[in-house]
């Protein structure tokens, strides 16, 4: 189908060195009609070139979206266990007092990328989408960061809690002062941790497992004098045992005894 260039067609009839008709003859009307119909056909041709511009912007907006998702979810899986510096990739950072980019990241050059392609008319309205896709994918990064950073604390207080409970459990268990000391070094750790709720279920559990650890160190060493302490309850370093873990440890204890005859 041909093309009418639309700086022609606006034009209608130009007729500045065209022979000019009486406006009632038969010609004259014939070529003012033509002229009508040379108009109307660009006005339909810009309109479907906008609804094309249009439909063009839709699927590269589709498209950058799924690149961003697909960038995002790269940036996840490659992040370091820590989740250090995940958010800054992938968005960069913003002036908090103007909004305007610090440092850019690897969304802004997948977006500048994408806008390029987009049709000249629509650019404006694609452009100004820019910042809340930031923000909302910002969002998004932080969260992921804040979640990796949570799961790795967790994941290296467990480290260091096997680790003090497997000495207590096969230390002395009259060495009190070591026993103070592992438990205070591990509750200062988990004083560090970042999450408080996860930092109280931490200490909670830390004092019932070193008291836990305690125990069977002393089932060990003297089952029958165990039995007794957790029966008495005298031994303030058990405090923090429920009375279902006394029960166990208790019957622990006995079977212990027993077998040593």
Known sequence: MATIPLQLAQRRLDTGTVASYPNGSPVGAAMQGFGDELSAVAERFRQQQKQQDAFDA????????????????VAVQTAPADGGGLH???????????????????????????????????????????????????????????ARRQNYEQAEWSKVEDGYTSAIAQGDPDDSDTFDAIRRSGLELIGKMGNPVARQAAEAAWRGNTAKALVQA??????????????????PRLADLTPDDRKEFANMARIALAEAG
């Open 58 to 73: 839709d699927i590269i907006g589709r498209e950058l979206n799924a690149r961003i998702a697909h960038a995002e979810a």
């Open 218 to 235: 002393m089932i060990a060493k003297y089952p029958k004098g165990a039995a007794e302490v957790l029966g008495e309850g005298s031994d």
């Open 88 to 146: 800054d990739f992938m968005y960069g950072q913003l002036d908090p007092r103007s909004d305007g980019v610090l440092k850019p990241g690897l969304f802004d050059q997948i977006f500048d990328d994408t806008a390029a392609k987009v049709p000249e008319g629509e650019r404006a309205n694609f452009l100004a989408q820019k910042q809340a896709l930031r923000l909302a994918g910002s969002a998004r990064m932080a969260a992921q960061q804040h």
